[in-house]
């Protein structure tokens, strides 16, 4: 099996956090024969800079051909005046568009030691691990028409206009969405929930009416529907109800920020977006990222989190390359450092040590050995 990797550092922070899943690459290949390959790019302003645009076409051509991507963060004041089409996130959108990455996997894991640093009772979020499967490419953010339309004076002399943005979903885009969701849900406790609002959007009605068709391919999970705007009241109330919730684009941006902040801070969080499987190999184009951005505020001071950033990186080895157990024991590095009292600033409490993002790095490779 072919196990070539892009990593793509990107801006501020991100050189930093990369060079700890660099790290962690070598310590695998050397002790857990993993056999991965690496190359490097440059996107978003670092990308700008050096090629005059987000992502070179040699690097998206890189993209193409990995089996998967590592992104860490694009961005940062220095870039805010450059062409809108040339902006550091214009890398970002164009790979997730270009790799067609519809699926957006955002996992909510509150670890034991952080359960006080959510704004939540430790009660209501200790042990959560929850995932949103959060479509990506479609919905009310791409659909035409979007614009807004001048409709002259009203009777008073005050200009009106009227903005227009299109929900829009098709079958085989719901079924694909779905299915993934679904899938996740046979890896993980057989229990799905999706989320939307068939009561009052007609797209809900097509939704809903799509997932519980991709619904009877799965009889082992447990299916659920419920209200988007219920649910984001359930998250905050128990969470824990949850396993697997399935969405659209704009219901999902919102959930999964919902379900992010039940775990504490942006830098614990990862992600990862999915494509399509690939007709011939089954493979699955696929980016992992951590939720962040590239924090111009901390940048070149080594104290980042690495911590989302590394999770990211446990995602692609549990859904790129099923090494599910390696994944797993990735996962409890961390969960075993947070415990021993490590934290970086961003999750710093008091009784604890602060480290740096190298030591980090660091004392979750060494759990590993
Ligand atoms: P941000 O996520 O970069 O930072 C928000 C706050 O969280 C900052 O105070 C930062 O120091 C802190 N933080 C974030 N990640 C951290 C980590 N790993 N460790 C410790 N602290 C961390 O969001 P922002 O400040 O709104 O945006 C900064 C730049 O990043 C902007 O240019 C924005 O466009 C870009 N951005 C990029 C992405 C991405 O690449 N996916 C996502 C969001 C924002």
Request: aromatic share 6%.
């Amino acid at each position: 099996m072919s196990k070539k990797l892009l990593l793509l550092p990107g801006d501020g922070i991100g050189t930093e956090i990369m060079a700890e899943v660099e790290k962690l690459i070598a310590f695998l290949n050397e002790n857990r024969d993993t056999g991965f390959s690496y190359e490097t790019g440059l996107v978003g302003g670092s990308a700008y800079d050096e090629h005059g645009e987000a992502i070179s076409e040699q690097d998206m051509a890189k993209a193409q051909s990995a089996d998967a991507v590592i992104f860490g963060a694009v961005g940062g004041p220095q870039w805010d005046n450059a062409p809108y089409d040339k902006r550091p996130e214009a890398g970002l959108l164009r790979l997730r568009k270009d790799l067609g990455l519809f699926a957006n996997l955002r996992p909510a894991i509150c670890y034991e030691a952080l359960a006080d640093a959510s704004a939540l009772k430790r009660e209501i979020v200790e042990g959560l691990d929850i995932l949103i499967v959060r479509e990506l490419t479609g919905g009310v953010y791409f659909g035409e028409p979007k614009q807004i339309t001048e409709l002259g004076d009203n009777e008073n002399g005050k200009n009106q206009k009227r903005a227009v943005d299109t929900q829009v979903y098709e079958t085989y885009e719901i079924d694909r969405i779905a299915r993934v969701a679904f899938d996740m849900a046979m890896t993980r406790s057989k229990k799905l929930h999706s989320a939307d609002k068939k009561n009052v959007m007609i797209s809900g009605v097509l939704w809903d009416e799509v997932v519980r068709e991709v619904a009877s391919d799965y009889s082992e999970v447990e299916f659920n529907h419920i209200l988007a705007d219920n649910a984001a009241m359930q998250l905050v109330r128990n969470p824990k109800q949850f396993d697997v919730i399935v969405t659209d684009n704009l219901f999902g941006d919102v959930l999964s920020d919902t379900a992010a902040m039940l775990t504490g801070s942006l830098g614990m969080l990862p992600s990862a977006s999915l494509g399509a499987p690939d007709e011939k190999s089954g493979k699955r184009k696929a980016m992992y990222e951590p939720v962040h951005g590239s924090a111009p505020d901390i940048a070149g001071q080594g104290i980042a989190n690495p911590i989302a950033m590394i999770a990211s990186f446990a995602m692609a080895l549990r859904y790129s390359f099923n090494m599910i157990e390696l994944a797993d024991e990735v996962e409890w590095a961390i969960a075993g450092v947070l415990a021993d009292g490590l934290r970086s600033g961003d999750i710093m409490q008091d009784g604890c040590k602060k480290v740096s993002t190298k030591q980090m790095g660091d004392a979750i490779i060494a759990k590993l050995v």
